[in-house]
């Protein structure tokens, strides 16, 4: 109850204030379009370029998931995992609105049926009166054509692992009076593995051990979605999201090891780890306008609140001559929630000119019941492990003014000051609480330099999101790694800057390059811990990263190869801080350090048959603990193909086979005798595990 009532108290003030002025609310008549917002966030003028449905004939779209991802030089960017509500989200409107709570944005776009989308525009989000977006925004008109449906099944075959037939979705969509919905079923199914050599060898580079090893991962994510949208009079909306889901994993690893020398070991080891999750999450809002004093606004409520509940149990067990020798098994239960309520005042004294306050206050939770039990004498015995079993909460409220503001037909700024206080306790290490206030904020402009060319530049200080999970000791089993509880760990603090250059070359032809940096306070990372152990934590010098993304969009049309779009980008990056064991400057642990890709596709003109190839690349930084370096290596270049048909009894299917080059997935780790200060290195792993090729089908359609 005390947790409701300070949530609560978080936005009470603002819509207290609203009250006396609630009969002042202004109604405009009732708009004539079918499923448009009566007052969208966007006008025609301010487009930077729009895209009808004529623009997406030849992919043959049967959602408005498969438009958007054809829009050259846009890309989708989510709002699930985002610091509470916040400003902004995702960079996706509909009908000029913004999507409701923490919503999966492809997952809503794949909902929507393509016939009911009527114009997409592609907007500069500073332009918006939409605190936090910059960036590129799509905005998608929809209409509504009734009762209809989209539905998509994607069956996937990889050797030496079960077919998967079960990955799909289907969802349903109509209105009844002023009553919108989208009722959804999905399961997003998985079935992963790969197998090869792994060589152990000491310090002095000679071979010890072999193992020939298997691992494999499959998942079972069924769930339900409900989406209801409500329009009682003009310019007041109203939103309602419910999920439902469950997640159901089993990831094994063998291991059959050979001694090379007396330092080897000749077993057969089996790893088990499993899951059975559910989790669920309703979120709503609610916007009509409101006048205060001589401001005509509008003021949106919006609630959101999620559960979690994850048993996860791993065991690893030994064998030597078909007797088991050794074992360990960890269970885990883990419930965490998540409750936010927000509220937004914005009005508009003049056209050009708008303001916003927020309010916002979250309670999040995780609780931890913990065990670990070693084999002795072939029965599993309890054994302790310190901080496992913990429970960790965060109080937090934020305010915000923000404003935005058009100088001139070419430029428009956007500004936003804010602070946050966070209270965070974890009840296991002696009741401890902590209060921090951040101050977080940003100003972003977008300048017109032609018909054809935009700048953007973007400085913000963020405040970081914790994981609840660094707070408590586990283990990891596999790879015989335990981690200490930290009560010390806090939110990391970032300033980052954002320059960007978007052009575009006629219709379907764009080129986008983006230049950022930031420095970061309070790094979470693995630290050590006392005299001997380790924890994840904070770096207490500041660390810096740098990186250049740029993508382009080419189409055939302009060298008389009608049908071929051709997509290409890069990324490099760059960074350093203090190592926090060995006081060296490095790369922070696993960090990107560039990637490349390249796709063309080819929709032959009058048939229904399109081709294509993507090839894409990839490295990444090593990853450094306290008494271990680890490295991921995917060599590639990975690479695919398909050839889709799109009238196949009313349906569209695309056959992709992936991997044609056989990469593999390759792995190094160095383990040291003690912390890296103080040991040395002990031994190193290295393994190539090959996966095959993949074939997927995916057969779409809309009823």
């Known amino acids: 109850m005390r947790n409701s009532s300070w949530l609560a108290g978080c936005n009470l003030a603002l819509i207290l204030s609203c009250y006396p002025n609630i009969v002042k609310a202004q109604t405009a008549p009732e708009s004539n379009e079918v499923n448009v917002a009566a007052q969208s966030s966007i006008s025609t003028q301010d487009a930077k370029e729009s895209y009808t449905p004529q623009y997406f004939e030849t992919f043959a779209p049967a959602t408005a998931y498969d438009m958007v991802i054809r829009i050259p030089g846009f890309t989708l960017a989510g709002a699930n995992f985002g610091r509470g509500l916040g400003q902004g989200g995702a960079n996706v409107l509909i009908n000029g609105e913004r999507l409701t709570g923490k919503t999966d944005v492809g997952e809503q776009l794949s909902r929507i049926a393509a016939k009911n989308v009527v114009e997409i525009d592609i907007v500069d989000g500073a332009s918006l009166n939409i605190p936090g977006l910059s960036g590129q925004v799509a905005n998608i008109t929809t209409k509504s054509t009734g009762i209809s449906g989209t539905f998509e099944w994607t069956p996937e075959f990889r050797p030496r692992l079960e077919p998967n037939y079960l990955r799909g979705n289907v969802s349903l969509s109509g209105e009844t009076g002023n009553l919108t919905y989208t009722l959804g079923l999905r399961n997003n199914a998985f079935r992963q593995g790969n197998y090869g050599l792994e060589t152990l060898v000491d310090s002095n580079g000679t071979l010890f051990e072999t193992r020939d090893e298997i691992g494999r991962d499959y998942g079972e994510n069924p769930g339900a979605t409900v989406d209801l949208t409500w329009k009682p009079q003009a310019n007041h909306i109203a939103n309602l999201n419910f999920e439902i889901n469950q997640f159901t994993y089993d990831g094994r690893e063998s291991s059959r090891r050979d001694a090379i020398t007396p330092r080897g070991r000749d077993l057969v080891t089996y790893f088990k780890n499993s899951e059975d999750e559910w989790n669920m999450s309703i979120g709503g809002d609610y916007e009509f306008p409101l006048s205060i004093g001589s401001m005509d606004g509008k003021l949106k409520t919006i609630g959101y609140y999620r559960f979690e509940s994850s048993p996860t149990v791993s065991q690893f067990e030994a064998f030597e001559n078909d007797m088991r020798v050794f074992g360990d098994r960890f269970e885990r239960q883990a419930d965490e929630a998540e409750t936010i309520l927000r509220s937004e005042y914005s009005w508009s004294p003049k056209t050009g000119r708008d303001w916003q306050i927020g309010l916002e206050g979250a309670f999040n939770y995780l609780d931890i019941e913990a065990a670990l039990s070693e084999l002795e004498d072939g029965v599993y015995v309890a054994r302790n492990l310190t901080g496992a079993s913990d429970r960790v909460e965060e109080k937090r409220a934020e305010a915000t003014l923000t404003h935005s503001r058009k100088l001139s037909d070419t430029l428009d700024v956007q500004a936003s000051l804010g602070a946050e206080y966070s209270e965070i306790s974890q009840s296991g290490n002696d009741g401890v609480v902590r209060n921090f206030i951040r101050p977080k904020g940003f100003i972003s402009a977008s300048y017109k330099a032609g018909a054809n060319k935009l700048w953007r530049a973007k400085i913000e200080r963020q405040v970081g999101q914790l994981n609840f999970f660094d707070f408590i000791a586990s283990t990891d089993l596999n790879n015989k790694e335990t981690r200490d509880s930290n009560s010390a760990l806090k939110p990391s603090q970032t300033w980052r800057a954002e320059i960007a250059y978007e052009r575009s070359f006629g219709t379907g032809n764009q080129w986008n390059t983006t230049l950022d940096g930031t420095i970061i306070s309070d790094l979470v990372d693995r630290i050590p811990i006392g005299d001997s152990g380790n924890a994840i934590g904070n770096i207490d010098s500041p660390a810096y990263t740098y990186s250049l993304h740029s993508d382009i969009t080419l189409k055939g049309e302009n060298w008389d190869m009608k049908g071929v779009e051709l997509n290409a980008g890069f990324g490099l990056h760059f960074s350093h801080v203090d190592d926090p064991v060995e006081g060296f400057d490095r790369r922070l642990s696993g960090d990107s350090l560039w990637h490349w890709n390249a796709n063309i596709r080819h929709d032959i003109p009058k048939t229904d048959w ?94």
């Open 610 to 703: 399109a081709y294509g190839v993507n090839v894409s690349q990839e490295r990444n930084a090593r990853q450094y603990r306290v008494s271990t370096t680890q490295k991921y290596t995917f060599k590639g270049p990975f690479v695919s193909t398909f050839i889709e048909h799109k009238d196949v009894f009313g349906m569209r299917l695309n056959l992709q086979l992936s991997n044609l080059l056989k990469s593999s997935d390759d792995f190094e780790r160095e383990i040291y005798t003690d912390r890296r200060d103080i040991g040395v290195l002990n031994f190193t792993e290295s393994r190539k595990r090959e996966f095959g090729m993949l074939l997927r089908a995916n057969l779409s359609g809309t009823f």
